[in-house]
């Protein structure tokens, strides 16, 4: 670490520490991505898609955190690639779900292994233990209100 004063103060707020980590990741895993013509949040979508049977806009926009219209330009590239495709929701016709394509599943079996070289790499200095503990305590201030109180 540099011995620069404001470095310094800026390395004691851990506010900051998780955003660099997050410029970080997402600068890895986006380099990785590249090669198949996304980037981590169409990758995001991706995986989100993998765990339910379907979803609709507005959920995924919710679930993942995303401005709904970014939503939209994320599933038309999907889309594009045929990774996603909507579908008329059977209970409602006026909206539309969004499932994950075979080639869709087929992306996320062959990136898993590249996802999980980003993570080694970002957690190289910490131990099994050290990790477990992390992913826990990220998994902890990630819920859904976390942050409210």
Known sequence: MSDAPWLRGLHTDTGYLLYRL???????FNAGLELHGLRLRHYSVLRYLATVEGARQRELAERLGYDPSAIVSLLDDLERLRLAERKPDPNDRRNRI???TEAGRA??????????RVTDRLLASLSAE?????????????????DEG
């Open 98 to 100: 969004v499932v994950l």
């Open 22 to 28: 997050g410029l970080r990741s997402g600068s890895l």
């Open 107 to 116: 992306l996320l079996r062959d990136t898993v292994h590249d996802a999980a």
């Open 130 to 146: 050290e990790r477990d503990t992390l992913h826990a305590l990220l998994l902890r201030i990630a819920e859904p209100g976390a």
